[in-house]
């Protein structure tokens, strides 16, 4: 039973310390990131798709050592974004192609390391809603976003915006 206990304890102690050193070395991103004003988003479209945090996320699945968080620390690696362009008007296939575009600059520190504009365009097929499609856009950009930050360049076009 005690030496149950200590291998328990030791379990926790390692996974702890390795949570912490995979945050610390991680670069992080806030888990929720803004729409400019002049994005174009209608209100429908800022209020139920959630672009917002379906970036975020979509980039720490693609990349795993990517760490959502509520706030990032400002001096550590860190990765500022903004959405730019959100084209989607409602109606499903019915209204055409839809698009967004996000910018984004890898900050370690006080220092920039990359900045890029990634742009994704889809038709999102015949049965998917407004919604439905820009977020696929959102998953596309997210791994665009994640395959950049191997290898960060400053004024990189991803995805569609080359």
Sequence with gaps: ????????????????LLVASASHSATQVASSI?????????????????????????????????????????????????????????GGPFSGPKWMAVSGKLHDGGKALGTFRAKRVS?????????????????VIGRDIAAWLKAPTMDAELGDAR
């Design 1 to 16: 039973m005690i030496g149950s206990r200590r291998r328990r304890f030791w379990v926790a102690a390692l996974a702890a």
């Design 34 to 90: 803004p729409i400019s004003p002049t994005a174009g988003a209608s209100g429908a479209v800022e209020s139920e798709c959630q672009l917002q945090t379906r970036v975020p996320v979509a980039i720490s699945q693609a990349a795993p050592d990517v760490l959502v968080v509520d706030q990032p620390s400002k001096s550590g690696r860190w990765l500022e974004l903004e959405i730019t362009e959100v084209h989607g008007p409602g």
């Design 123 to 139: 038709t999102g097929g015949f049965v998917r809603g407004t919604c439905a499609t820009l977020g696929r856009c959102a998953q």
